[in-house]
């Protein structure tokens, strides 16, 4: 894994929690720093919480595992030696006790470069059953403390915990590529700058359907709606149902795909091998990944925790449907305006292109 030191992936797993259900577009954010001191609280309340203390000791033991492992494979491999001493230089580099502000920046610096030579030591050591066996352990126990946090976000009401988690939520909603609107071409009219961004692409849109799409300026729109509406009691515990729902299912997976080593194995190098340019590796990993889905779905447990998730997602993206259609808030409103033109503007383009 990247995130090999105890301690240091939390705020990312943290930020990950709360993603699941934010538009890409906030995605794309550099993940800020919450302090030092949120962060080793929220530490310290999950050291201290029975369930989380033995799944990290067990991660913690087949991360040493697979370390060893590794040395006693790139022994006697001259250029494994060199990749194995290129990551550890790159991970101290990353993991160096400095600033907590330095680290997004360093992962951005150097976490692609870190994770290449990790798929590269993968793939070497793909013959060794031991060694994929060891890695697929290490990622069910990756998702499985994902999960373990996830419900201590949750259910805690320790102060460290509730710090922490107001925090997050507070960067997330500053997050300065939310207001991607401010540099945007915009119509003159009154209202928000999404909705002034929106307007301006009707307006084109009207003018040159082929050229102009509204489409994406409505997106901008909806998704200040759909964040406003995620502040809702209803949907916030639709969200908080959904991340646990997506977290079992993922955990259930990783597990099967330990109970299918060799499949699982072959799947995942597959996926690393991926070339675009050459459409053969894709059609592999696909044929590859579709067996082991149809190994995965025939389990009882598997599909029945997809058809709930499923679920949980159709009632979810309803609840966001109907507070844009109904709610009063500013926004809701300039959201159903934009969408009436815009359903106006295509029943034309549609009339136009029948005659």
């Known amino acids: 894994m990247l995130f090999e030191k105890p301690g240091k992936c939390l705020f990312a797993m943290g930020m990950f929690l709360l993603f699941l259900f934010v538009p890409l577009y906030v995605q794309a954010w550099t993940q800020p720093s919450l302090g030092r001191e949120v962060e080793e609280g929220f530490l310290e309340a999950l050291k201290e919480n029975p369930e989380y203390a033995g799944v990290a000791a067990e991660d913690a033991s087949i991360r040493m595992q697979l370390e060893e492992l590794r040395k006693k494979l790139a022994s006697q491999d001259t250029e494994l030696k060199k990749l194995m001493e290129e990551r550890e230089k ?112 009707v307006e084109n849109h009207r003018k040159n359907p082929r050229l102009w799409s509204a489409q994406q300026g409505c997106l901008l729109l909806r998704g200040k709606v759909d964040r406003i509406a995620r502040e809702t009691p209803a949907i916030r515990e639709l969200n908080r149902k959904i991340s646990l729902k997506c977290m079992e ?56 925790l997809e058809k709930e998730l499923q679920k949980l997602q159709e009632e979810h993206e309803k609840a966001l449907d109907d507070f844009a259609a109904k709610s009063k808030v500013p926004e809701a409103v300039e959201y159903r305006k934009v ?8 029943k034309t383009a549609s009339s136009g292109k029948a005659e």
Request: charged share 35%.
């Open 90 to 201: 790159l991970q101290r580099m990353v993991f160096s006790e400095e600033e907590v502000k330095n680290k997004s920046e360093k992962i951005r610096l150097h976490g692609d470069q870190l994770r290449s030579i990790i798929q590269k030591l993968d793939s070497k050591f793909s013959k060794s059953k031991e060694y994929a066996a060891l890695s697929l352990r290490e990622s069910s126990l990756f998702v499985k403390k994902n999960l373990v946090v996830n419900r201590i976000l949750f259910s805690s009401a320790d102060k460290r915990i509730l710090k922490y988690k107001e925090a997050m939520e507070k960067n997330l909603f500053a997050c300065p590529s939310i207001k991607l609107a401010e540099n945007l071409p915009k119509a003159k009219v009154e209202g928000s700058d999404e909705y002034k961004v929106a307007m301006y692409l």
């Open 339 to 346: 969408k009436a033109l815009l359903d106006e503007a295509d």
């Open 249 to 304: 299912l993922a955990l259930k997976n990783c597990l099967l795909q330990e109970k299918n080593p060799e499949l699982a194995w072959k799947v995942k190098i597959a996926h690393k091998s991926i070339d675009f340019q050459k459409p053969e590796t894709t059609g592999a990993y696909s044929r590859l990944h579709d067996e082991l889905m149809k190994i995965l779905r025939s389990d009882p447990e598997y599909t029945m």
